[in-house]
T-cell receptor, first 114, second 111 residues
Framework: DAKTTQPNSMESNEEEPVHLPCNHSTISGTDYIHWYRQLPSQGPEYVIHGLTSNVNNRMASLAIAEDRKSSTLILHRATLRDAAVYYCILRDIITQGGSEKLVFGKGMKLTVNP | NAGVTQTPKFQVLKTGQSMTLQCAQDMNHEYMSWYRQDPGMGLRLIHYSVGAGITDQGEVPNGYNVSRSTTEDFPLRLLSAAPSQTSVYFC??????????FGSGTQLSVL
């Protein structure tokens, strides 16, 4: 299974942009890149996903490298509420109709300083 | 919709006791799964199911049983609780190809 690598932690300042990196050098052509985050004392929540092109939604932007071996989650203006553990995971679109192990790993802790 | 509902929120067991963690979803999702989260370990997949009557093992299945008799429910059974099973347990569900929705978690302590 293709795996992802993230820093253990990052710090940012409130109202500044923050770029959260993820490496996935063994990604296959059918893997989607997904990001989830987990706020303190809560279950994880979906943030964004993409395959090849950059993606934007109300929460964040996802920039995917041309070779797809890395991606960056971009929070345009970090708030205190964005302090969370962020998970970058890969999902194979071929297996979405059948068995699908969604492995999260340890994620990356983002601290936002006021 | 209530989403994914987990009960109980907190539970204390003695070593050797059995119990069932309940998970129910009202979104008609085919896929359901259980994760455990230990400090510094991230989320680890225990078991998952892609539909009623179908279950499969995740990364850490030992000590846990599951069944999926209905689309809505996916209970997790601990037959003989051990201190190593002290953890926070999350249930999640999704439709085919969709995003995961997580419950609020069950904090389990085994003494």
């Amino acid at each position: 299974d293709a795996k992802t690598t993230q820093p253990n932690s990052m710090e940012s300042n409130e109202e500044e942009p923050v770029h959260l990196p993820c490496n996935h050098s063994t990604i296959s052509g059918t893997d989607y890149i997904h990001w989830y985050r987990q706020l303190p004392s809560q279950g994880p929540e979906y943030v964004i996903h993409g395959l090849t092109s950059n993606v934007n939604n109300r929460m964040a932007s996802l920039a995917i490298a041309e070779d797809r071996k890395s991606s960056t989650l971009i929070l345009h203006r970090a708030t205190l509420r964005d302090a969370a553990v962020y998970y970058c995971i890969l999902r194979d679109i071929i297996t979405q109709g059948g068995s699908e192990k969604l492995v999260f790993g340890k994620g990356m802790k983002l601290t936002v300083n006021p | 919709n209530a989403g994914v509902t987990q009960t109980p929120k907190f539970q204390v067991l003695k070593t050797g006791q059995s119990m069932t963690l309940q998970c129910a979803q009202d979104m008609n999702h085919e896929y359901m799964s259980w994760y455990r989260q230990d400090p510094g370990m991230g989320l680890r997949l225990i078991h998952y199911s892609v539909g009623a009557g179908i279950t499969d093992q995740g990364e850490v299945p030992n000590g846990y049983n599951v069944s999926r008799s209905t689309t809505e429910d996916f209970p997790l059974r601990l037959l003989s609780a051990a201190p190593s099973q002290t953890s926070v347990y999350f249930c999640a569900s999704k439709r085919q190809g969709g995003k995961l929705f997580f419950g609020s978690g069950t904090q389990l302590s085994v003494l």
